[in-house]
């Protein structure tokens, strides 16, 4: 592409968002107002917790977590239903409800990521403390609280008790250490708490380095050993353990960058589920929060490219025909992909603001011009 068409590119995706500009700004305030009511209605809520589950861990401790495969479902052939069979893709019901962990958790995840948007956005203070007494119930209350393992997640009836795979479930904690350092910096996490949340995690990354489990999905060649990566480092750095968050990106992460990224942007094993393209955005998605850790810490992630070609932007640029329109995905995706092309182009953007990347602008420019009403 030529500097001068380039430019004009860029020309053109300045016009565009001086167009949506406005009503940019009216979507937002209504989001905000959406959210301000969805955090009040929080404000009175009974706290989350690991121990509501009906079901008991083979620790026989309601204090560890315990969730279900979700993709395994009773076995038609057998009298007890037992073992369960995977049929990929497909969620089992029985996974979703009060039996496991799982919904409980997402509902504790959630109330955190609203609740700490209403704070950004309104000042007061009452947000922020009903959200610290969300994580006290969660994580340090005796008689509440989650143990800082996950040695019961993702089990398989008749199979096993538990498997590595469960770690991608607490992908949602970053949202909480998120929250607390924004309480500390605006000198609302008490002495206490803060403590007691070092400690637990802590421990929980000890349990992710060290830990049978923990181990074998740091080895996984797919997105559960990228999301393992997020995971881990994010609560390093909450730690401050800089530089084992520095080394690791330059030496682990980025061999998995080189390994599952093909040179001309594919991602194998993230084409051969049943989501393709859910699991290659999912993937890229864990790729951008890695290389946005390493700029925080001074490690150039974005701009890594091996011999080849292989990099995270070689894989957003394989995806960049198919959210455009200009072909059809021609892998296998059994269910509606909307929400993860939704997320797809919130990651070019927020690549284009990170990193001052220009590589996107031409796509940008025809995913907003698709989307500006027309009056």
Known sequence: MSKTVSFYIKLIVVFFIGITSCSDAQNNTKKDNQIIQNADLLLNINPFSVVHKTGVPPSKSKHDYMSIGPYWWPNPNTSDSLPYIRKDGEINPETRNNFTDYTEKNKFIAAVKTLTKAYKISNNNKYAIKNLALINAWFLNDETKMNPNVNFGQYVPGKSEGRCFGIIEFGGLTAVLQFLELAKSNNLLDKKTEKGMHNWFTDYSNWLKNSKL??????????????????????????????????????????????????????PLELARTKSFSYSVMNLHAFLELAALGQQVGVNLWNETSKDGRSIKKGYEFMLPYVTN????PFKQIKDKKSSEEKLIKDLKKAHKLFKEDAFDEAIQIINQRNTPKH
């Open 326 to 329: 200009k072909k059809e995905w």
């Open 214 to 267: 923990g181990i074998e999905e740091s080895t996984r060649k797919n997105n559960h050993a990228t999301h393992y990566d997020v995971q881990l480092l994010s609560i390093l750095r909450y730690l401050n353990k800089i530089e084992e968050v520095k080394n690791y990106l330059s030496t682990t992460t980025k061999a998995r960058i080189f390994s599952q990224i093909e040179p001309d942007g594919s991602q």
